[in-house]
């Protein structure tokens, strides 16, 4: 596969792997020995770069999906770029699906993260460590200052930012190079682009999540699909219902159409779109099917011009589309300056 730079020297694959979906949030776990088949068979097929985070578990294993990807990838550990992250937790009392999220950014707080994160993973340093979301109680100075240790300590060697707005992004950047942004960007949830012209600045990268908008894009889903509603939570996206997908239907024709003139899928279009926009975006598509792998990583192999890519961009600005869903709801105790409850409208959708 392709590689790409994110910030000024982390190589990864131009494709990533979202790990999160083996364990959390999309239906029944995957049974422990075949989510490390399945981590395997990616590298293989030429993923180097694989995203998780120490809350990507079960309610009775919290933090599996980082024990499963260490023990999948220590073969290659030197090949591999795996990124995780701190600075959130589950509310899991509270028994409401999707779960309820704490954020947590104090730096005694990002200290236990991490020496828990390099003991799960099995490696003596973090190659990407995000902060998963901004807790509006710790100011960002503080929060980089506490990265560059880590660096320093070679804990760590790059660090970013996950749902990072201009003003936070910037003062953290002057106290500690950010590496990447993982920001929710796709066809469906494009607020993230008033961003682009910060990051080419500063010279960091766009690790995408949720590309397909969590499958939609893919083109495999319509009416009456059904999610169970304890475990996976399409059940309560609002993309996934039986109106949205007639809402949806001139989205779907577009990718349909692109993708029979490019002899190649939906969900691979939905990619290379944003590809094909910046070099410095990586989306990382979560799958649990070997197949889906290889389809997503073929996405790097489509070409379009930047004309095509502004013909796409003019039809979804005119484009009506259904509410999409933006994110799970964060708690915290004392509102501060980085609310991250706020949210950005995306066609009716509260983007947090």
């Known amino acids: 596969?392709?590689?790409?730079?994110?910030?000024?020297?982390?190589?990864?694959?131009?494709?990533?792997?979202?790990?999160?979906?083996?364990?959390?949030?999309?239906?029944?776990?995957?049974?422990?020995?075949?989510?490390?088949?399945?981590?395997?068979?990616?590298?293989?097929?030429?993923?180097?770069?694989?995203?998780t985070a120490e809350v990507y578990g079960t309610p009775d294993d919290p933090h599996i999906n980082e024990a499963l990807v260490g023990k999948a990838l220590a073969p290659v550990r030197d090949q591999a770029v795996i990124a995780t992250k701190f600075g959130l937790r589950f509310d899991f009392e509270s028994g409401k699906v999707p779960v309820p999220l704490i954020p947590d950014s104090r730096p005694e707080t990002i200290r236990?993260?991490?020496?828990?994160?390099?003991?799960?993973?099995?490696?003596?340093?973090?190659?990407?460590?995000?902060?998963?979301?901004?807790?509006?109680?710790?100011?960002?100075?503080?929060v980089a200052g506490v990265m560059s240790d880590l660096i320093k300590e070679g804990k760590i060697t790059h660090w970013g930012i996950s749902e990072a707005n201009e003003d936070y992004l910037c003062r953290a950047n002057t106290v500690c190079?950010?590496?990447?942004?993982?920001?929710?960007?796709?066809?469906?949830?494009?607020?993230?682009e008033n961003l682009f012209p910060v990051l080419e600045e500063l010279g960091v990268g766009l690790v995408a999540f949720s590309p397909m908008a969590n499958g939609f894009l893919t083109g495999k889903y319509g009416k009456g699909q059904m999610f169970d509603p304890k475990t996976d939570y399409r059940a309560a996206m609002p993309q996934f219902t039986d109106e949205a997908v007639e809402q949806n239907a001139a989205?779907?024709?577009?990718?349909?159409?692109?993708?029979?003139?490019?002899n190649a899928t939906p969900a691979q279009i939905s990619m290379a779109w944003m590809l094909c926009k910046k070099p410095w975006i990586v989306p990382i598509p979560g799958t649990r099917k070997e197949e889906r792998m290889a389809e997503n990583a073929g996405a790097t192999m489509i070409k379009l011009s930047s004309a095509e890519v502004d013909a796409l961009d003019k039809a979804l600005d005119a484009m009506e589309m259904s509410a999409v869903f933006g994110g799970t709801p964060v708690s915290h105790h004392v509102a501060g300056r980085y609310s991250v409850n706020e949210g950005v409208k995306n066609n009716g959708s509260h983007e947090r």
Not at 21 to 47: M, W
Not at 119 to 131: A, C, E, S, V
Not at 177 to 192: E, F, I
Request: proline fraction near 4%.
């Open 251 to 262: 989205l779907l024709k577009l990718l349909h159409d692109m993708a029979a003139e490019k």
């Open 177 to 192: 190079p950010v590496t990447a942004v993982q920001n929710r960007y796709s066809m469906m949830a494009r607020h993230y």
């Open 1 to 51: 596969m392709e590689t790409r730079i994110l910030g000024k020297d982390l190589t990864v694959s131009a494709v990533g792997l979202g790990c999160m979906g083996f364990s959390h949030a999309y239906g029944a776990p995957t049974d422990e020995k075949e989510t490390i088949r399945l981590l395997r068979r990616a590298f293989d097929l030429g993923y180097t770069f694989f995203d």
């Open 112 to 142: 236990r993260s991490v020496e828990g994160s390099l003991k799960r993973l099995g490696t003596d340093h973090i190659d990407l460590y995000f902060q998963h979301r901004i807790d509006p109680d710790v100011e960002p100075e503080t």
